[in-house]
Nanobody
Framework: QVQLVESGGGLAQPGGSLTLSCAAS????????IGWFRQAPGKEREGVSC????????YYIDSVKGRFTISRDNAKNTVYLQMNSLKAEDTAVYYC????????????????WGQGIQVTVSS
């Protein structure tokens, strides 16, 4: 009934760009903070970015600041992650997730998760 679906992943060259989308069904994203997470094989899931529900404030992990931008379109019930200047280290499965406010980059407090989408950065 509650569903988050990621799209827009795939293969990019180093220095290239990709935009990920997270579309919500059966609930209204207006009331939730939305986070993006990623997980590479054999590594822990890492919080990448979050956008708040109330004032639109955004948060980023240091390794993506200046390269990634999170945004939301409440009319479309969709959140985006624009990824520029991609590096090989960005290769991972990316997940979007929803939680009650406030924003945070810890996975434990997120209630709803997408199934993930592969992003591969390689020459």
């Amino acid at each position: 009934q509650v569903q988050l679906v990621e799209s827009g992943g795939g293969l990019a060259q180093p220095g290239g760009s990709l935009t990920l989308s997270c579309a919500a069904s059966k609930f209204n994203l207006d009331y939730y903070a939305i986070g993006w997470f990623r997980q590479a094989p054999g590594k822990e899931r890492e919080g990448v970015s979050c956008i708040s529900s109330s004032d639109g404030r955004t948060y980023y992990i240091d390794s993506v600041k200046g390269r990634f931008t999170i945004s939301r379109d409440n009319a479309k019930n969709t959140v985006y992650l624009q990824m520029n200047s991609l590096k090989a280290e960005d290769t991972a499965v990316y997940y979007c997730a929803a939680r009650r406010p406030p924003c945070g980059l810890g996975a434990i407090w997120y209630d709803y998760w997408g199934q993930g989408i592969q992003v591969t950065v390689s020459s």
